[in-house]
């Protein structure tokens, strides 16, 4: 089970994660924050949960060093290839967007790609491909108010994406 989260903007935007993450978190092996971390510490709290891999976010400062964040993670779990980055490729966008076949390219084994960037919650299919963007924590929709994050389980031969509304989760009190 991988929690995926993106666009937290801590310190500048947010001053903190929501304490929801925490309790969405709460049984994963493996946490992906998708960019525009700002802040080091985020990945630092994070890392109290689970192992955390991050993307830089086209946000970040670029003096972001940590050996826990690249440009672009590929991942081998599970049998299946996953990408962490921030912005999804403009040919993956496309194809998405307009059903084109200009992924292949991009493709080179992916199964599943998670993004950031949108501070929009998305899961889709295209090609073959899961897409997962698991929105913002702290910012969805660019409005300042806890928001979602993505849990991704994987299973032999199968992967299931689902988002987690953390202002729901705090209603229902899961």
Known sequence: LIGILSDTHIPTVARALPSQVERAFR?????LHAGDIFALSVLDELERYAPVLAA????DDPSLNDRRVKERHVLD??????CLLHQMPPEVFRSWMLGADEMAAFRDGI???VTGHSHRPAIDRVQGMLLVSPGSATLPNYELRPGTVALLQLAPGHAEAQIVDLVKMARDGA
Not at 56 to 59: E, K, N, P, R, T
Not at 77 to 82: K, N
């Open 56 to 59: 830089s976010g086209d946000d």
């Open 111 to 113: 199964d599943v790609l």
């Open 77 to 82: 779990i599970e049998g299946f290839r996953i």
């Open 27 to 31: 049984n994963v092996d493996m946490i």
